[in-house]
């Protein structure tokens, strides 16, 4: 019964910012493992970023320098700040929730399109 909701997605230019959230909630574990991944029309996919409840990040080889994974613990919710957008970027973005035991669980995503 694990529900997540992200939020943020919109319209920018190309070089502009965006910040997204990712509400989790239905669960009585502190949701360990939280990622943002990305598929935009007609590709596979991606991890963008992961972080844990203790700090751990990792981001993709084409978002670092430029993306931003945090997490409020308390409240459950992971956010990414994404800035120097490119058109390349725009995609759908779902967040995950990686469990213990191997599942997944995702959110319906949030579309994110740059302009060029």
């Known amino acids: 019964q694990v529900q997540l909701v992200e939020s943020g997605g919109g319209l920018v230019q190309a070089g502009g910012s965006l ?3 990712c509400a989790a909630s239905g669960s009585s574990g502190n949701f ?3 990622d943002w991944y990305r598929q935009a029309s007609g ?3 991606e991890l963008v970023a992961a972080i844990t409840t203790g700090g751990t990040i990792n981001y993709a080889d084409s978002v670092k320098d430029r993306f931003t994974i945090s997490r409020d613990n308390a409240k ?3 956010y990414l700040q994404m800035n120097s957008l490119k058109p390349e970027d725009t995609a759908i973005y779902y967040c995950n929730h990686r469990t213990v035991w191997g599942g997944d669980y995702w959110g319906k995503g949030t579309l994110v399109t740059v302009s060029s």
């Open 43 to 45: 590709k596979q996919r």
């Open 19 to 21: 910040r997204l959230s």
């Open 76 to 78: 459950n919710t992971v």
């Open 32 to 34: 360990r493992f939280m």
